[in-house]
């Protein structure tokens, strides 16, 4: 069985598959920058006699046919980038890229793809139809890779009827996967404020504007755009992380400058949000005699897994790894640049576990100390491998 083939052909070329991941966590490159890690995907790509072509500058495509007859296409997506995190993990591995760390797992899906082409090179014969395989950069930084490649074309000639990928997850044992159908991630706003007064001396407030106490006021204002505008069945998150007021003791400042996050996953909330904010902001600053500058940089749209291939996909999981492996996920109000490509295709983005407790390989994504437990490295080259068989019909 099909199965069967996959899973002996995953542990076969598991080492490799491990070699590839320390590889390339050693060598992290930032987003938009991903040169290296292009040119060692590009290396893997010619022994396995792949073609592809470069996108997005450090992107590429690759296009596997299988012998069988078919016309069915469908895409697998990875990405390549790294943070700007000095990694704190004493490993053979460890980063060699001072203040650059693979902390979210794209050495994981990089090499997983890659051992996934392999095992689907190996089986050939076995199937018909294309697989698209996409390495991406720059899933960390706005406008995120994934729309360029787009705009690049990644999704036609051939048009894939469905795209696929998958993300690590610190929360789920090694050796399990998550799946959520519907509205999964949330959209990222970036939002840059800057309220202008008339600074001086905090003893006489009445010869100045107070940017601070203008800027208090509207902070806590702007909380009821979700609080009292937002529909209490669709989730909506805004935040301030960085607040700068240069003063003193003494010293009201000229300015206040402020920086945050609004999320949801209604692309029509979060248009009609985003002038609600503005307006707000400005008007209460001009009603006390300030000025409001309020800029938002538009991020990732929300992503949502198309509903019948999210089923069918985690049942064709419960069948690779049992049903016991195969968790619920609830929404997360984080953001992925995967969600362009399933705002424009059928989409499944699911989590490989990567979790063991008993080794203390626990730590969040973006933390100093991310680490994997590497056997999750044959359940991510297996699994994908199995689900595109299945969903080309094989």
């Known amino acids: ?12 070329i598991f080492n490799d598959v491990v070699s590839n991941r320390r590889h390339i966590h050693a060598n992290p490159e930032l987003s938009f920058h991903e040169v290296e890690t292009s040119a060692f995907v590009a290396a893997q790509l010619d022994v396995l006699g792949i073609p592809y072509q ?3 500058n450090t992107g590429l495509v690759a296009l596997l046919k299988g012998n069988k007859p078919s016309d069915k296409v469908i895409a697998l997506r990875a990405d390549m980038d790294a943070l700007p995190i000095m990694e704190a993990n004493d490993v053979v591995y460890k980063s060699t890229n001072p203040g650059v760390m693979h902390a979210c797992g794209h050495d994981v899906h990089t090499s997983s793809l890659l051992g996934t082409a392999k095992i689907l090179t190996e089986l ?27 705009k690049e074309g990644v999704l036609e000639n051939p048009k894939p009827q469905s795209v696929f990928g998958q993300h690590v997850m610190p929360l789920i044992d090694a050796g399990k ?14 939002i840059y404020v800057t309220i202008t007064g008339k600074g001086g001396h905090g003893a006489q407030p009445q010869q100045n504007v107070d940017p601070v106490i203008i800027t208090s006021h509207i902070l806590v204002a ?15 998150v805004l935040s301030f992380g960085k607040v700068i007021a240069n003063g003193a003791t003494n010293v009201i400042p000229n300015e206040v400058y402020l920086e945050g996050t609004f999320r949801t996953m209604d692309e029509v909330w979060r248009r009609e949000a985003h002038i609600k904010m503005k307006k707000m902001a400005e008007g209460m600053a001009e009603s006390m005699g300030a000025k409001c500058d309020f800029n938002i940089v538009n991020g990732y749209p929300f992503l949502i897994n198309e509903e019948k291939l999210t089923a069918s996909t985690r049942s064709h999981a419960e069948d690779y790894l049992g049903k016991d492996n195969v968790l619920d996920l609830d929404i997360w109000m984080a953001a992925e640049d995967f969600a362009y490509y399933s705002q424009v295709a059928d ?6 576990g990567i979790r063991n407790e008993a080794r203390g390989i626990t730590s969040s994504v973006h933390t100093p100390t991310f680490d994997i437990d590497e ?9 994908m491998a199995y689900l595109a068989l299945k969903e080309l019909g094989n």
């Open 1 to 12: 069985m099909i199965k069967e083939k996959i899973q002996q052909l995953s542990k076969s």
């Open 347 to 352: 989409a499944c983005f699911y989590r490989l």
């Open 222 to 236: 702007l909380q009821q755009i979700v609080s009292r505008f937002a529909d209490p069945k669709s989730p909506s």
């Open 54 to 56: 470069k996108m997005a």
């Open 177 to 190: 996967v998550g799946f959520r159908a519907g509205k999964y991630m949330a959209s990222t706003d970036e």
């Open 124 to 150: 050939k014969d076995e199937f018909g139809g294309t697989v698209k395989f996409i390495f991406q950069p720059a899933e960390e930084k706005l406008p995120g890779g994934a729309s360029i490649m787009i």
């Open 375 to 383: 056997k999750a490295l044959e359940v991510s080259t297996g699994l």
